[in-house]
T-cell receptor, first 112, second 114 residues
Framework: KQEVTQIPAALSVPEGENLVLNCSFT??????LQWFRQDPGKGLTSLLL?????REQTSGRLNASLDKSSGRSTLYIAASQPGDSATYLC???????????FGTGTKLQVIP | DTEVTQTPKHLVMGMTNKKSLKCEQH?????MYWYKQKAKKPPELMFV???????INESVPSRFSPECPNSSLLNLHLHALQPEDSALYLC?????????????FGSGTRLTVV
């Protein structure tokens, strides 16, 4: 059974700092890994999708990497802004591909 | 159109009421999902529809009844809910025949059972 863990659970950084969010998964036989952002009480917004054959994906200030062999993915946010404050979730698609296992989330606060 | 639209955004219902949540997408996705999310927890899968047929029911109580009338629409019928069913209900869709495809989520329905 796939288990996905995100560390840290919460993170507070000053504006402008570069930061890394971590996601670990136990079953390396994944189809893909997706990073989402969720604002309080809102739905999930997809940030980046990395296929199992890829090493990284980039979108603007965001860069996600994937290391299947070690069961890890990281989300790098450059030059953080207060608007980046949200909960970030990673989700691994594996096994029966209709199921996705979500991580526990990292709540990010960027302080002006 | 790259969105999943959920209505209503907020719903307050009594334990004896019957209500429905609606989800719509026009991306041609053939897999649609209902998730339940409690505060400070990740989303939990409830149901999966694949080509308009129910393919996964994660042992959800019968007071939740899903329906997929066509490939673009997904409903969740609610009846005799309990206060502990209060949560954010999220709908998502994906390309069924593409395990490498990602999920697109709606903005959710905030349900309060009184």
């Amino acid at each position: 059974k796939q288990e996905v863990t995100q560390i840290p659970a919460a993170l507070s950084v000053p504006e402008g700092e570069n930061l890394v969010l971590n996601c670990s998964f136990t079953d390396s036989a994944i189809y893909n890994l997706q990073w989402f952002r969720q604002d309080p009480g809102k739905g999930l917004t997809s940030l980046l999708l990395i296929q199992s054959s890829q090493r990284e994906q980039t979108s603007g200030r965001l860069n996600a990497s994937l290391d299947k062999s070690s069961g890890r993915s990281t989300l790098y946010i450059a030059a953080s802004q207060p608007g980046d404050s949200a909960t970030y979730l990673c989700a691994a698609r594996s096994g029966g591909y209709q199921k996705v296992t979500f991580g526990t989330g990292t709540k990010l606060q960027v302080i002006p | 159109d790259t969105e999943v639209t959920q209505t209503p955004k907020h719903l307050v219902m009594g334990m004896t009421n019957k209500k429905s949540l609606k989800c719509e997408q026009h991306m041609g996705h053939r897999a649609m999902y209902w998730y339940k999310q409690k505060a400070k927890k990740p989303p939990e899968l409830m149901f999966v529809y694949s080509y308009e047929k129910l393919s996964i029911n994660e042992s959800v109580p019968s007071r939740f009844s899903p329906e997929c009338p066509n490939s673009s629409l997904l409903n969740l019928h609610l009846h005799a809910l309990q206060p502990e069913d209060s949560a954010l209900y999220l709908c998502a869709s994906s390309q069924e025949d593409a395990p490498r495809g990602g999920y697109t989520f709606g903005s959710g329905t905030r349900l309060t059972v009184v």
